[in-house]
C-alpha cells in the first residue's frame, strides 16, 4: 500500500493528451515539492518534473505538472508510443521523515 | 556527468544481510547532496529505503529501519546499504540514487544508477 495514490493505469491515442493523478495528504504533498519519474520498461526511473513544475534539461515541453493543495498532476501532450512506460510520482512526508512514491500509472498510447 | 553504479551479490540467503556498494563517478560524494537507496519488487512499484549525508545524517523509512544501515566511504567515492535477517520480501531490483535535500525535506533525487536485482532464496 503506496502513502501517494496514482491510477494504476491511463491510455490515449497518439496525439492525444494524458493526465496522471497522483493524491496524498498534508504531511507529504500538501508540504513539500512533488517530484515526477518515468520508468521505461526495463530501465531505471528517471526524473521527469521537479519543484512541482520545473522540467530538467532535456526533458521536451510535452511533460507538464501542477501541484493544488494535496494532490498533483502528470500531464503529457502529444502522446508518442515511446512515451509508453510506468509514471511515479514522488515527494518527502515530514511526518515519517522519508522519502514516499505512488503506487505508479502504467500509460498505454494506443 | 554524474554516473552511478550498483554491486553486490544478487543471491542473498533468507536471515542473512544483504549488502550493496554504490560507486559514484563525475561528482563528489563529499558534496551538499545526499545519496539514497531505493528498491523495486518484481512487477512492483518504488519503494523508498533512506539516504546518507556526507556528515554522517541519515533518514530510513520506518518500515525498515530497524534492519537497515547506510554508511558511506568519501576515500572511495562510495556510499553502501546492508539490509539485516532478509526473506523473500526483500527480493527487489534496488537503485542508488543522489538525492536532494532542503529544509529537511528530500522530494527529488535526480542521478540513478541502473539497479541490481537482488534474489532472496536458498
Known amino acids: 500500500q503506496s502513502v501517494l495514490t496514482q491510477p494504476p493505469s491511463v491510455s490515449a491515442a497518439p496525439g492525444q493528451k494524458v493526465t496522471i493523478s497522483c493524491s496524498g495528504s498534508?504531511?507529504?504533498?500538501?508540504?513539500?515539492?512533488v517530484s515526477w519519474y518515468q520508468q521505461l520498461p526495463g530501465t531505471a526511473p528517471k526524473l521527469l518534473i521537479y519543484e512541482n513544475n520545473e522540467r530538467p534539461s532535456g526533458i521536451p515541453d510535452r511533460f507538464s505538472a501542477s501541484k493544488s493543495g494535496t494532490s498533483a498532476t502528470l500531464g503529457i501532450t502529444g502522446l508518442q508510443t515511446g512515451d509508453e512506460a510506468d509514471y511515479y510520482c514522488?515527494?518527502?512526508?515530514?511526518?515519517?521523515?522519508?522519502?514516499?512514491f505512488g503506487g505508479g500509472t502504467k500509460l498505454t498510447v494506443l | 556527468q554524474v554516473q552511478l553504479r550498483e554491486s553486490g551479490p544478487g543471491l542473498v540467503q533468507p536471515s542473512e544481510t544483504l549488502s550493496l556498494t554504490c560507486t559514484v563517478s563525475g561528482y563528489s560524494i563529499s558534496s551538499i547532496y545526499y545519496w539514497g537507496w531505493i528498491r523495486q519488487p518484481p512487477g512492483k512499484g518504488l519503494e523508498w529505503i533512506g539516504s546518507?549525508?556526507?556528515?554522517?545524517?541519515?533518514f530510513y523509512t520506518p518500515s525498515l529501519k530497524s534492519r537497515v544501515t547506510i554508511s558511506v566511504d568519501m576515500s572511495k567515492n562510495q556510499f553502501s546499504l546492508k539490509l539485516n535477517s532478509v526473506t523473500a520480501a526483500d527480493t527487489a531490483v534496488y537503485y542508488c540514487a543522489r538525492v536532494v535535500c532542503s529544509g529537511g525535506s528530500c522530494p527529488k533525487s535526480d542521478y540513478w544508477g541502473q539497479g541490481i536485482l537482488v534474489t532472496v532464496s536458498s
Open positions: 498534508s504531511s507529504n504533498i500538501g508540504n513539500n515539492y
Open positions: 514522488g515527494t518527502w512526508d515530514s511526518s515519517l521523515s522519508a522519502g514516499v
Open positions: 546518507i549525508h556526507r556528515s554522517g545524517n541519515t
